[in-house]
């Protein structure tokens, strides 16, 4: 029914892996966001905790799928 949806395959796989990619955007650039009262290394240690941590699953995959050069 999702392919039937997007006409292709590949036009599903664009718009789940676009969607993964601005989720990915909209949460690292809350996490990165410069805070004045906060040193630069707090805020990456707290970025890569939540980055790397076992709800990000999705970001992970993406990353390993451009990594891996499936478009």
Do not use: C, Y
């Not at 292709?8 to 690292?28: K, Y």
């Not at 707290?46 to 891996?68: F, N, Y």
Request: charged share 25%; hydrophobic share 40%; no cysteine.
């Amino acid at each position: 029914m999702l392919i039937h949806h997007f006409n292709t395959r590949d036009a599903l796989l664009r718009a789940v892996l676009g969607h993964a990619r601005q989720r990915q955007l909209d949460t690292f650039g809350g996490l990165l966001r410069a805070r004045p009262d906060e040193p630069r290394t707090a805020i990456l240690d707290r970025a890569w905790t939540s980055i790397t941590g076992p709800d990000e699953e999705l970001i992970r995959a993406v990353w390993w799928l451009g990594k891996t050069g499936h478009r």
